[in-house]
């Protein structure tokens, strides 16, 4: 037997938040796996790029942010000083950190690791490009394609130094004076928020009415009013149309909606308008896999593509393109590789904008029960009425349940206020257990916190809500 | 069509109540089961439910009167075409008009055939609910009425109501999780709720309704029901009348019965009744087999107090009853009804000919009414009508002895060394060996017996 390995159960191409958690899985199931990856470690964008340094980073800035306000409570810190290499530094720690406990994790399981860029030569085999340069033929039982998605990239802009994405901006290159950030969405705010409070001067420009399109107004409305303190100015309706690159930076053209034209410089621009699925590249043409317009792999509720012995999970398998959607897919995968009968159904799944205030939701949005026409009955409870959020000096923020109105159950939540991410889960609960409004006013929240006002919502339902005034005619 | 809805049956030995509150009012639209009003008896305050959907056309009660059971209601309009002059039509195949008078058969027969002896007004039963609730106790997995519909509609819009580990159990189990119904809080399916499906979606696959029904009991379409293969079985729905007895004979049967068989000579028996048949007749009865036995039975139970009694398990004790309630077993269109002749030894057998014949045919015309099925100490059944020997009849519990009486054949007895032809009565005593021993149980027949072979004698020392 040659100690190279080329062939395996379960070849598993990408080990981000979808690839590694249905590895390790696969491999507590029994099953013998190959992990497929560029890096070092698994890991993926989330850990390298994307979820993880962006929130450390993230973490930074609230500081800095809270510590400005203390003011209000009477303690100043004046300005402070910001030194960006050991920021940097530690950022990478984290990241450092947290791959290698995964390499670990990974070994421990027995689990053979491929450093590489894998291909597929036809429906049982691949090729893999490895670190080094030479390439190896793995043939495989079954395959699990998980690798991921890339930022957008919009042709008619430069190749610049100055123009960021959220991988070159996550790496802080320099704190520049004025950045522009094109799209409106989470990406660009949450990275905008972390160059922002970093001293940057920050305008973001949106194509929409609107920033976070899609996410339920009234949410966004208390967002909103926060950005317009932080940002050096938002523009809504507007189109980026021409980026120049000039001696002292970047010449970006406007048009707005209504046809109005202006122009504006900025040290860096950081583009943010969206991920591209990874389906390109990969050989898929040479199996029976099939990708749909937007570049997504078709699969099922097994997330089977049309080639029965390949499975595609996260990013490049659709949307929501959340790492924490790829992990629950990559868990269910295993189990079906493992014979069981199981299936990708979730009733909600949560998402989570880490600005400051933090927006979170899950399940059915006020927006989309608009649109689809289900009746619903939206129960709100203002954070100025939470106690908690006074003792936080962080009286903006909502909370709110969308219920069925017949049935009492809870279909959706929305949160708008700090630490709204950690609050969400109870929503996911509650709806994936079925659960009605009267369960989660029942359930005894602790006080005085801010996971009381999810409970003071569904006491809002009933029009029996505690610390709002708003009866209703019967219950 | 109109329906004048009368007060029904409230209960044993209830006549009247008071009306407490008329929920309703003129013109108003009410749906079937709807409470009309709240009225108050000596035994509860009950809500009499609308008989059907319809528009109330007239009141004729008010708060705080006295009303009689029968009385006139209410008059609703239902927008019915029809020549029935019902609210109430009937389940069962063979279910045709009845008179306002009687809508209570229903609801008689239900409370005859189910085990309590106590029975509440609410039970007020028509068609549909009756089948709502049959199709419940069976598991159906799809809604069949309107009145369940909720479920369809949730099943559209919103996932199922589950939990994930309720929903992977399901995938595990092959049971479609979107044809379960839930009975926890918002339809919530849990754990037990599948298993209960498990059983109708063995084999389930989609929907044709493959059960015809003849007539009109099958109005539920079932989906996961196993398929019938057509030509070969047919599935019918239940009647009322047959589901009960299923149920109560069900329960009946936990007794551990024996059945003791034996013969009674009746040659000069039949003789003096065929003698005194037209007097009996005349006087509006039947002399027959069955109302003399009512007249030996009730006395004889008189003797063996043990074979006029029931077990109480629970309490370790035996009910030993004072009164002799003898039930007559009837063969109806319906099914099986056991009206009840009341105080049997307090009465002679002309008497009791002429209300075996009476309730015998009201049995039969669906005229019966609640009381008269209720209240049975023993229960004698005869199919002699019909033809066999013997036959082990099953307890009309709680009794603890029943009757059966089979065809009286001609047959040669060796008496005072020869063959003489005597015409022999076959009889089958069922008893609960838990109260009754079988060295007792052999006496109480043989008592019986030995009356029915000499009855001049018997009837000498009648009191």
């Known amino acids: 037997m040659s100690d190279k390995k080329n062939s395996t159960d379960i070849a598993i191409i990408g080990a981000g938040p979808g690839g590694y958690p249905c590895a390790f899985l696969a491999a507590d199931l029994g099953i013998e796996v190959t992990l497929i990856d560029p890096e070092e470690d698994p890991g993926g964008v989330c850990l390298y790029r994307g979820c993880i340094p962006s929130k450390a980073l993230l973490h930074a800035a609230k500081v800095i942010t809270e510590s400005d306000h203390a003011t209000n409570l009477g303690i100043d810190f004046g300005k402070p000083k910001i030194n960006l290499d050991k920021l940097r530094d530690w950022k990478d720690r984290v990241v450092q950190k947290l791959v290698r406990g995964l390499g670990q994790l990974s070994k421990q399981r027995d689990i053979s690791y491929m450093r590489g860029r894998a291909e597929f030569l036809d429906s049982n085999t691949l090729i893999v490009k490895k670190e080094g340069g030479d390439e190896e033929e793995l043939s495989f039982g079954r395959a699990v394609i998980a690798t991921g998605s890339r930022p957008s990239v919009i042709p008619s802009f430069p190749k610049s130094q100055g123009i960021l994405n959220s991988t070159t901006a996550i790496d802080l290159p320099v704190i520049p004076k004025t950045m522009l950030v094109v799209g409106g969405g989470y990406i660009g705010l949450e990275l905008g928020t972390v160059y922002a409070s970093l001293g940057t001067r920050v305008s973001v420009v949106e194509m929409t009415s609107g920033l976070m399109p899609g996410v339920d107004r009234d949410l966004v409305r208390v967002l909103q009013k926060s950005a317009e303190s932080i940002y050096e100015e938002i523009i809504l309706d507007t189109k980026v149309v021409g980026i120049e690159e000039t001696k002292n930076g970047l010449t970006v053209s406007f048009e707005s909606k209504d046809g109005g034209e202006t122009r504006s410089n900025f040290d860096k621009v950081l583009v943010s308008v969206g991920r591209k699925p990874n389906s390109e590249g990969l050989g898929l043409e040479n199996t029976k896999v099939e990708v749909d317009r937007a570049g997504f792999i078709k699969v099922n509720e097994e997330r089977r593509t049309t080639e ?108 708008v206020g700090p630490g709204a991410g950690e609050l969400i889960a109870e929503g996911v609960l509650a709806i994936e257990m079925a659960a009605l409004a009267s369960d989660i006013e029942l359930s005894i929240h602790p006080h005085p916190t801010l996971s009381e006002t999810v409970m003071e919502s569904a006491e809002v339902f009933y029009g029996q809500s505690t610390h709002v005034y708003k009866p209703k005619r019967n219950r | 069509m109109t329906i004048e809805y009368r007060l029904p049956e409230l209960g044993e030995e209830i006549d009247t109540g008071d009306v407490i509150s008329v929920y309703v009012s003129l013109g108003d639209t009410v749906s079937e089961e709807q409470p009309l009003m709240e009225i108050e008896t000596d035994k509860a305050a009950i809500e009499v439910p609308s008989p059907a959907a319809g528009v109330i056309k007239e009141i004729h009660v008010a708060d705080g009167e006295t009303i009689k059971v029968g009385q006139l209601l209410v008059t609703i309009e239902d927008g019915v075409d029809g020549h029935k002059n019902t609210a109430v039509s009937e389940g069962t195949a063979q279910g045709q008009t009845e008179e306002p008078e009687h809508k209570v058969d229903e609801e008689t027969i239900e409370e005859e055939i189910a085990s309590e002896p106590e029975t509440t007004p609410e039970e007020r039963i028509n068609t549909s609910s009756v089948q709502e609730e049959e199709e419940k106790a069976e598991q159906a997995q799809e809604p069949q009425k309107e009145n369940i519909e909720p479920q369809v509609k949730e099943a559209s819009s919103q996932p199922p109501p589950a939990s994930p580990s309720i929903r992977r159990l399901a995938r595990e189990l092959g049971i479609d999780i979107n044809k379960v119904i839930g009975t926890g809080p918002g339809e919530r399916i849990s754990e037990a709720d599948l298993k209960a499906s498990t059983g109708s979606q063995k084999k389930a696959k989609e929907p044709e309704a493959e059960t015809p029904a003849p007539g009109k009991e099958s109005q539920a379409k079932t989906k996961t029901r196993p398929r019938s293969e057509p030509g070969k079985e047919e599935r019918v729905k ?56 009512i007249k030996v039975v009730a006395k004889t139970l008189k003797e063996f107090p043990e074979m006029n009694a029931s077990v109480d398990m629970e309490n370790s004790e035996i009910v030993y009853k004072h009164y002799y309630n003898i039930g007559i077993a009837v063969d109806t269109d319906r099914g099986l009804l056991v009206p009840v002749v009341k105080d049997a030894g307090k009465k002679n057998i002309t008497e009791l000919s002429i209300e075996l014949a009476d309730i015998s045919e009201r049995a039969r015309n669906k005229k019966i009414t609640a009381n008269e099925l209720r209240g049975g100490t023993f229960t004698i059944t005869n199919l002699g009508g019909i033809g066999g020997t013997y036959f082990s009849p099953v307890l009309n519990a709680p009794q603890v002895g029943i009757l059966g009486v089979s065809r009286s054949q001609t047959e040669p007895v060796y008496l005072e060394e020869e063959f003489v032809p005597r015409l022999m009565l076959p009889l089958s005593l069922s008893y609960d060996h838990r109260l009754v021993d079988g060295a007792n149980a052999v006496r109480f027949l043989h008592s019986v017996i030995e009356r029915l072979e000499e009855p001049l004698s018997w009837f000498l020392k009648i009191n």
């Open chain 2, 238 to 293: 239940m009647s009322k009348v047959r589901k009960l007895t299923a149920e109560r004979l069900t329960e009946a049967w936990k007794a551990p019965h024996v059945t003791q068989y034996d013969k009674a000579d009746i040659t000069e028996l039949e003789k003096l009744r065929k003698q005194y048949g037209s007097t009996v007749g005349k006087a509006g009865g039947k002399l027959t087999m069955t109302s003399i036995l």
């Open chain 1, 308 to 415: 029965p012995g390949i499975f595609a999970i996260g990013d490049v398998a659709g949307e929501p393109m959340l790492a924490h959607k790829a992990t629950h897919e990559g868990r269910v995968v295993a189990e079906i590789l493992a014979g069981k009968k199981s299936a990708f159904e979730p009733t909600a799944i949560p998402a989570v904008v880490f600005t400051d205030p933090e927006i979170a939701w899950c399940g059915l949005t006020e927006s989309e029960a608009k649109e689809k026409n289900i009746p619903v009955k939206v129960a709100r409870f203002p954070w100025g009425a939470s106690g908690r959020a006074a003792t936080l000096d962080r009286r903006d923020g909502t909370t709110k349940l969308i219920v069925d109105p017949e049935t009492e159950r809870v279909l959706g939540m929305g949160i």
